[in-house]
T-cell receptor, first 110, second 114 residues
Framework: DAKTTQPPSMDCAEGRAANLPCNHSTISGNEYVYWYRQIHSQGPQYIIH???NNETNEMASLIITEDRKSSTLILPHATLRDTAVYYCIVIGHGANNLFFGTGTRLTVIP | EAGVAQSPRYKIIEKRQSVAFWCNPI?????LYWYQQILGQGPKLLIQ????????DSQLPKDRFSAERLKGVDSTLKIQPAKLEDSAVYLC????????????FGQGTRLTVV
C-alpha cells in the first residue's frame, strides 16, 4: 500500500521553482523518503533521498519537515525537460520493494 | 557506465501467444527487478532477484509469468500464454546490494496484446 499522498498534477512556469509536496504521515523512524521521476517513454530515474535533514544535489533539493510527516521536492529552475511524473516513496533503507503510487504529473509551461 | 539494457523495445502479440523479455543489468549490480507498468499507473514490482536467487515474487502471476536470472547477471521474463490485460510496459531495474531503493531502470519493453 502507498504510504504517501501526492497531488495528481501541477504546472510550473519555465525558469521558476517547482515545489512538489508529499504527505507521509505514517512514516517510521527508520524509513527514508525517496524521490524518482519518470519522463515520458523512459524508465523511472532516481532524484534524491533523505531521512531527517534537508538534502541537495545537482538535480534538486529535498525539504523534510521536522516531524517528518511531509516533504517537498524543489526543482530550483524548472526547464521543459523536467516535465515528468514525480514519485515520492517511503522505504526502509535496504528494503526490497520500491512501491510507486500514481505520483504527481508536473508540466513545465514555456 | 552503461545503463540497464532491455530488449525488445516494443512487442505486439496475439492473446494466448508467448513472449519473452531480456534484461542486462548494470555490471556489478547484484539486485535485479522486473516491474510491470500499466498505462496511467505507477510501476508494480513483479519479481526481485539477489544474484541468481529470488527474493520476492509474491506479485508475480505464476500461472503465466516466469523469470530467471542465470549466472546472476542477465535475466529473462516470460509470459505464456498472454492475456489482453498483460498489455503494459515491462521495466527492468538493478541496484547494488543493500541499496535497493537507489535503483537504475531500463527504458522498458512495451507489450501490446491484441
Amino acid at each position: 500500500d502507498a504510504k504517501t499522498t501526492q497531488p495528481p498534477s501541477m504546472d510550473c512556469a519555465e525558469g521558476r521553482a517547482a515545489n512538489l509536496p508529499c504527505n507521509h504521515s505514517t512514516i517510521s523512524g527508520n524509513e527514508y523518503v525517496y524521490w524518482y521521476r519518470q519522463i515520458h517513454s523512459q524508465g523511472p530515474q532516481y532524484i534524491i533521498h533523505g531521512l531527517k535533514n534537508n538534502e541537495t544535489n545537482e538535480m534538486a533539493s529535498l525539504i523534510i519537515t521536522e516531524d517528518r510527516k511531509s516533504s517537498t521536492l524543489i526543482l530550483p529552475h524548472a526547464t521543459l525537460r523536467d516535465t515528468a511524473v514525480y514519485y515520492c516513496i517511503v522505504i526502509g533503507h535496504g528494503a526490497n520493494n520500491l512501491f510507486f503510487g500514481t505520483g504527481t504529473r508536473l508540466t513545465v509551461i514555456p | 557506465e552503461a545503463g540497464v539494457a532491455q530488449s525488445p523495445r516494443y512487442k505486439i502479440i496475439e492473446k494466448r501467444q508467448s513472449v519473452a523479455f531480456w534484461c542486462n543489468p548494470i555490471s556489478g549490480h547484484a539486485t535485479l527487478y522486473w516491474y510491470q507498468q500499466i498505462l496511467g499507473q505507477g510501476p508494480k514490482l513483479l519479481i526481485q532477484f539477489q544474484n541468481n536467487g529470488v527474493v520476492d515474487d509474491s506479485q508475480l502471476p505464476k500461472d503465466r509469468f516466469s523469470a530467471e536470472r542465470l549466472k546472476g547477471v542477465d535475466s529473462t521474463l516470460k509470459i505464456q500464454p498472454a492475456k489482453l490485460e498483460d498489455s503494459a510496459v515491462y521495466l527492468c531495474a538493478s541496484s547494488r546490494q543493500g541499496l535497493s531503493a537507489e535503483a537504475f531502470f531500463g527504458q522498458g519493453t512495451r507489450l501490446t496484446v491484441v
